[in-house]
């Protein structure tokens, strides 16, 4: 049964991971009278979604009674502000990351997103040695150098990129600069997460809802921030259609599905299906999205 539970999470995570990048692409670049979907409020209502889906299972795993769930959430999270307040950290910048990705993919082509976006194993790697006292061996070190050569040579401009260079410099640069920041962050706040969860015992359920409390606080201040003024002007749900709930679903499953990754398989079985993610993302962003063209250099590598 369990054996089943590890590849059955692993294949919805390869599903996820594809799905969510190629459909927040397609949404991002989809034109359409009227207003486009505001990132920011989609971040929201995915967050929201998370807290939702976690609080379900939270009664489920407490035999579906409303007494058990409500005694659950008030020892587990109003009882320990303490605890609760250490998910304020990793669940702001993980917002902030939601919210780059969306920039990222809206300047970027998917296959290239997603090369570069690996390089969050550098960052976690470099985050777990000096926050959690990791060693890594030789030949894990010599894995993230060939990782950090492969992104750079995805970067290395082709030919035609130098045709296009004056009409879509600014706006890589822009998605680069994106996809990196959400490199670091990531990085940092996942093995943040991780020091939470091992000096603790609480579920990874209510460390979900703990870290969607927060995430819905500071995604609602940059909703008024940056897009307060088309908030009140459109709507919050302005230019929402059925993708956009696809997109926002999606997101909000992420979390729930890299708990199961991690709780029935482990981080090495996790990175094939990321693996497998991008084989499958590149190959649709070619023959369906057509936003991505092999050049001699990919041919090559």
Not at 103 to 111: E, K, M
């Amino acid at each position: 049964m369990s054996a089943n539970l590890k590849y059955l999470s692993l294949g919805i995570l390869v599903f996820q991971t594809t799905s969510l990048v190629l459909t927040m692409r397609y949404s991002r670049t989809l034109k359409e009278e009227g207003p486009r979907y505001l990132s920011s409020t989609a971040v929201v209502v995915a967050e929201l979604l998370k807290i939702m889906a976690c609080i379900l299972l939270v009664y489920k795993d407490s035999k579906c009674s409303l007494r058990a769930l409500n005694r659950i959430l008030h020892d587990e999270i109003l009882n320990k502000p303490m605890e609760t307040l250490k998910l304020a950290i990793p669940s702001g910048i993980y917002t902030l990351q939601n919210n780059l990705l969306y920039v990222a993919l809206s300047n970027l082509d998917a296959a290239t997103y997603q090369v570069t976006y690996q390089l969050k194993i550098l960052t976690t790697a470099l985050f777990s040695v000096s926050m959690l006292g990791k060693k890594l061996g030789l030949y894990q070190w010599l894995s993230l150098v060939i990782l950090m050569t492969g992104v750079a040579f995805v970067q290395w401009p082709s030919d035609s990129q130098e045709l296009d260079k004056e009409l879509s410099a600014g706006s890589q640069f822009v998605g680069l600069m994106a996809v990196l920041t959400a490199c670091f962050s990531s990085g940092f706040a996942g093995v943040y997460f991780e020091k939470i969860l091992k000096e603790t015992k609480q579920s990874v359920w209510i460390r979900n809802i703990q870290l969607g409390f927060f995430g819905s606080i500071f995604g609602l201040m940059g909703v008024y921030i940056y897009d307060g003024e088309l908030v009140s002007k459109n709507g919050f749900f302005q230019g929402y259609n059925r993708l956009t709930w696809i997109v926002v679903v999606l997101q909000a499953l992420g979390g729930l599905v890299i708990a199961a990754v991690i709780k029935y398989a482990d981080n090495i079985l996790k990175g094939f299906a990321t693996s497998l993610s991008i084989i499958l993302s590149t190959l649709i962003s070619y023959f369906w999205l057509q936003d991505f063209v092999p050049t001699s250099l990919c041919s090559s590598m």
